[in-house]
């Protein structure tokens, strides 16, 4: 029954969501549309993307591999993540930004080249759901 329900959303919103990417409770999609995950990506629990987020894979240099995202991470539209970095807890990354590189929990991300701004509470009014 999911492979149809995936296969089904994967063909009306483009949305291409593997089923061996491993994510956590509480995955809440916004506007899914465009949205790319990389099937050995690791989303963790409270994680909200929306539409045209890309969560990719590098594939040779020293960053090759995958993302790891943590608990309550708030993607904005049309970021993307690529390669083998780690995102920690309760980080937002702002629309339109491009992350490369490993962010330490409790932080916000904007732009390209990404800049790292801590802040404790990041995610507070933007994680839609919470488990």
Not at 32 to 40: C, F, H, K, M, S
Not at 52 to 71: H, M, Y
């Amino acid at each position: 029954m999911w492979h149809f329900l995936r296969k089904k959303m994967q063909a009306h919103y483009g949305l291409e969501i593997p089923g061996k990417a491993t994510i956590g409770e509480g995955f809440y999609i916004g506007h899914a549309y465009g949205i790319t995950v990389n099937p050995d990506a690791v989303i963790g629990r409270n994680c909200n993307i929306h539409k045209g987020v890309t969560i990719g894979q590098e594939n040779r240099g020293k960053r090759k591999g995958a993302p790891v995202l943590g608990d309550c991470v708030w993607l904005g539209v049309n970021s993307t993540v690529v390669g083998a970095v780690t995102i920690g807890d309760d980080v937002l990354i702002a629309p339109n930004s491009y992350v490369n590189c490993d962010v330490p929990s409790h932080s916000i991300v904007i732009g390209n080249p990404c800049r790292i701004i801590p802040r404790d509470n990041a995610t507070e009014g933007y994680v839609n759901k919470r488990v």
